[in-house]
């Protein structure tokens, strides 16, 4: 008998809410001596509206070759604003996280915590309410990020060398309570974040 996998959970929990995905799975295994001969890649693209959710795992034997994460992304105008990530600020902050920024509203620097290499404010993507929405959504899945980067997804065809926003975790959300909130919520404060853009 087949063993049902996370894997398959998250594709039946997206059917469930009427959301076609797309699956992909890819194993290799290289005969050539060394450790990295084995290499593991599964993914799971699902379209929903003009963004994407998607769940991957990669694993390589080589050292920094597996990465894990799941998220909501979707492309806007980057034109005014396209290098920032956004965390809940954290003790830890302080010694992990570099290129540090200050928005100079009390509200948002206080709740969290923006690394960027760009000159711009990033307090224009940021309206009180959604950071109310990351933080509360950041308390059921955690850790949560924001990300607004060129060319940051490479698996979705529409979305290489775009201006990417989204919302993602590192590790693989496929129970229906926390996909149900990350996919409501995080959609919409995708779709709020791409108008603060726009």
């Given at each position: 008998?087949?063993?049902?996998?996370?894997?398959?959970?998250?594709?039946?929990?997206l059917?469930k809410?009427g959301?076609?995905?797309?699956p992909?799975r890819?194993?290799?295994?290289?005969?050539?001596?060394?450790?990295?001969r084995?290499?593991?890649?599964?993914?799971i693209?699902?379209?929903?509206?003009?963004?994407?959710?998607?769940?991957?795992d990669?694993?390589g034997a080589?050292?920094?070759t597996s990465?894990?994460?799941?998220?909501?992304y979707?492309?806007?105008d980057?034109s005014?604003f396209?290098?920032?990530?956004?965390?809940?600020?954290?003790?830890?902050d302080?010694?992990?996280?570099t290129?540090?920024k200050?928005?100079?509203?009390?509200?948002?620097?206080?709740?969290?915590t923006?690394?960027s290499?760009s000159?711009?404010?990033p307090?224009?993507l940021?309206k009180?309410?959604?950071?109310?929405?990351?933080?509360?959504?950041?308390d059921?899945?955690?850790?949560l990020?924001?990300?607004?980067?060129k060319?940051?997804?490479q698996?979705?065809e529409s979305?290489?060398?775009?201006?990417v926003?989204?919302?993602?975790?590192?590790y693989w959300?496929?129970?229906?309570?926390e996909?149900?909130?990350?996919?409501d919520k995080?959609?919409h404060?995708?779709?709020?974040?791409?108008?603060?853009?726009?």
């Amino acid at each position: 008998m087949k063993e049902i996998t996370a894997f398959d959970i998250l594709i039946e929990n997206l059917q469930k809410r009427g959301i076609k995905s797309f699956p992909h799975r890819i194993e290799k295994s290289f005969i050539l001596p060394g450790s990295d001969r084995f290499y593991n890649l599964k993914y799971i693209i699902a379209p929903i509206e003009d963004s994407y959710f998607i769940a991957c795992d990669s694993f390589g034997a080589k050292q920094y070759t597996s990465s894990t994460y799941t998220g909501i992304y979707s492309a806007f105008d980057g034109s005014r604003f396209n290098d920032c990530k956004v965390y809940k600020k954290d003790w830890v902050d302080l010694f992990f996280r570099t290129n540090k920024k200050k928005t100079g509203i009390g509200y948002i620097d206080s709740n969290l915590t923006i690394t960027s290499k760009s000159t711009n404010n990033p307090a224009i993507l940021f309206k009180h309410n959604d950071i109310k929405e990351f933080l509360s959504l950041n308390d059921k899945i955690f850790p949560l990020k924001i990300i607004f980067e060129k060319d940051y997804i490479q698996i979705v065809e529409s979305l290489k060398d775009k201006s990417v926003v989204g919302i993602e975790t590192n590790y693989w959300v496929y129970q229906k309570e926390e996909l149900d909130l990350l996919l409501d919520k995080g959609l919409h404060l995708i779709n709020n974040l791409k108008n603060a853009c726009a």
